[in-house]
């Protein structure tokens, strides 16, 4: 592996990683700021319904964000064996 490859997969690493990161811990503002427009997009709403569009859309965040979080520290792991190792 080649510097450049090595600095390109800890970039695409760290990047996953720092999304992956934000978006788990901000999905409860993500999401209730999404609710929000939704609400606003549709005038009126059952109280019932917000509350499940908010949990709906703070759920979506917390799953992409666990994804990224995953794939960006495999990516990690995976280029620091690949360079530092000798197989």
């Given at each position: 592996?080649?510097k450049?490859?090595?600095?390109g997969?800890v970039t695409?690493g760290?990047?996953?990683?720092?999304?992956?990161?934000?978006?788990?811990?901000f999905?409860t503002?993500f999401?209730?700021?999404m609710?929000?427009?939704w609400?606003?997009k549709?005038?009126?709403a059952d109280?019932?319904m917000?509350?499940i569009r908010?949990e709906s859309y703070?759920?979506?965040?917390?799953v992409?964000?666990?994804?990224?979080?995953?794939?960006g520290?495999?990516?990690?792991?995976?280029?620091?064996f690949i360079k530092?190792?000798?197989?």
């Amino acid at each position: 592996m080649t510097k450049d490859q090595f600095n390109g997969f800890v970039t695409i690493g760290v990047t996953l990683v720092g999304i992956g990161l934000i978006l788990l811990f901000f999905s409860t503002y993500f999401g209730s700021s999404m609710a929000d427009n939704w609400l606003m997009k549709q005038g009126t709403a059952d109280t019932a319904m917000f509350h499940i569009r908010i949990e709906s859309y703070i759920n979506n965040f917390v799953v992409s964000g666990g994804i990224l979080l995953g794939f960006g520290l495999f990516t990690l792991i995976q280029t620091y064996f690949i360079k530092f190792t000798k197989v």
